[in-house]
């Protein structure tokens, strides 16, 4: 694993432009950065995906002894919606998409950091633009990449299973949600899929069906949501969640797995697993990173190392847990994060944030990659 200087294309911006990246720069600050990419031999590949679907196993398993033991307090869910959130896991496993984040350098075994099971952003440029940056750059390595490819074949496989319309949803005015869900709609349409966009904002409910409608007060039997579980659950229609006629995506088990609490159910089923890092719900010895259950892009994340404050700010009102604090290591003065992709069951490609800090968040760059 190589971190390599690489030139931009000439007319980088209009060519990922047309290419649906409108968010390349946030306040003049480059988030697509292709002034870099990272170069992996095929046994590293071999390893991510190796590790994708170990931990993608185990999460599963972690679920259900939630569910059995009743860990509910553990992840913050109201006793409402228990066995609604049951009755998921029990009948409609179906689920499109998520995205572990590792710690990796291409020697020590690939660490999950945390679970974007829910509302992983980041796939318009982990499927489509670096794909693209890689056919013009170099066309004769290869890249871990089926993303989009998986993506028509989980669509196909769901609407195999539904009929109606498919809604896509996000929050009104954030153009970065806007356009992964919206690419996210496009890869539905390649598989043969009627779809209609919705922002969460005109989502409305007719309590006289018992059913979530559209602005023109149409019925919405299926809906795929960039909008997290916990936020759904605290909006005005959340308590119409457990019993309205329609079918979820992600489906409503899928908040367990992205609550940070997972981390440390996982770590007390499997001790002895190298892709994991030691977690708890309260502090453990040693140098450790504090992280909220609920939290995104790297808020409230605290690392602390010899009892001082290395980097971040633990500000929170949700729950907490305590991780072994794995240093990762740099290149050229960079701490890469890989985000390794489950779509429909199967590890389908990588993408990867990095940072002059310790701590990804929201203006963390995204960089392209290779293998071969």
Known sequence: MRRLKSNPRPDWKKTVESQGLHYHTFDGVLYWDESACYHFEEHEIDAIEQATYAIDGMCLEAVEAVIRDGMWDRFGIAPVYRDWIRNSWEVDRHTIVGRFDFAYDGDDS?????????????????????????????????????????????????????????????TAGHLEDYMNVNYLRDTAIQAGARTEYLSIEELGFDSRTEQFVDAQNQAISSAFKLYPWEWMLNEAFGKHLVYAKMKWLEPPWKILLSNKAIMAVLWDLFPDSPYLLETSFSPISGDYVRKPCQSREGQGVEIRVGGNV?????????????????????????????????????????????????????????VPHFFG
């Open 110 to 170: 690939p660490k999950m950091l945390e679970y974007n099971a829910d509302t992983p952003t980041g796939l318009l440029e982990a499927a489509a633009i670096q794909w693209y940056w890689q056919q013009d750059c170099c066309p004769d390595m290869d890249q871990f990449n089926s993303l989009h490819e998986r993506l028509v074949e989980a669509w196909q496989r769901f609407i195999a299973e539904s009929n109606g319309v498919l809604y896509f949803l996000s």
């Open 310 to 366: 290395l980097a971040g700010n633990h500000e929170t009102d949700s729950g907490t847990i305590y991780q072994r604090y794995n240093a990762i290591r740099k290149f050229d003065g960079q701490t890469p994060v890989i985000g390794s992709w489950m779509v429909n069951g199967y590890a389908a490609g990588i993408g990867i944030r990095e940072d002059s800090g310790l701590i990804t968040g929201n203006d963390s760059r995204f």
